[in-house]
């Protein structure tokens, strides 16, 4: 498959401005690439789940829990609190089908403050707009390289 076109720097610059508020939110990292995983596979985005399965390897999440998220509903491997998060992340991401319901957002209140459920949605709304630029660009999936533990640089 063919890269249709690059996004223009502005755009990509707003984008990564909302990656780094992420990355300093008030949410562990590994749920937000666990909760960008899980949209990127309901959006069917090859390049993101390609990207977020590495960046979860290179944090030491396991193979079971990344190959079971899928079915994270049925199996015993994650906590009350990535599963309110989980589903919070199905229900933003298919809010057209029926809003964000009452009973998801009642559960996700019992695990997340006011300011987490707030960064969980940006964490939402911003994968979902990375899948949708990434497929309709069709960036090629398989080029992403995680930044290693070893030479990454904390702010």
């Not at 401005?17 to 990127?40: D, F, I, N």
């Not at 899928?70 to 009350?80: G, H, I, L, N, S």
């Not at 057209?96 to 987490?116: I, K, L, N, W």
């Amino acid at each position: 498959m063919t890269s249709r076109f690059k996004y223009s720097s502005g755009a990509y610059s707003a984008m990564d401005g909302l990656e780094k508020y992420l990355a300093h939110c008030s949410l562990e990292p590994g749920l937000v690439h666990l909760m960008k995983l899980r949209a990127s596979q309901l959006n069917g985005c090859a390049y993101c789940i390609d990207m977020h399965w590495k960046d979860l390897r290179e944090i030491e999440e396991t193979e079971q829990r990344l190959y079971s998220l899928d079915a994270w509903r049925e199996c015993p491997y994650y906590t009350d609190r990535e599963r309110a998060a989980l589903a919070w992340t199905e229900a933003v991401t298919f809010v057209a089908s029926g809003h964000v319901p009452d009973a998801v957002h009642d559960e996700v209140r019992r695990h997340f403050t006011d300011q987490e459920i707030a960064d969980l949605t940006v964490a939402v709304s911003v994968i979902n707009s990375w899948n949708r630029l990434a497929i309709a660009s069709r960036t090629e999936p398989g080029t992403y390289q995680p930044v290693r533990k070893s030479t990454a640089v904390t702010a």
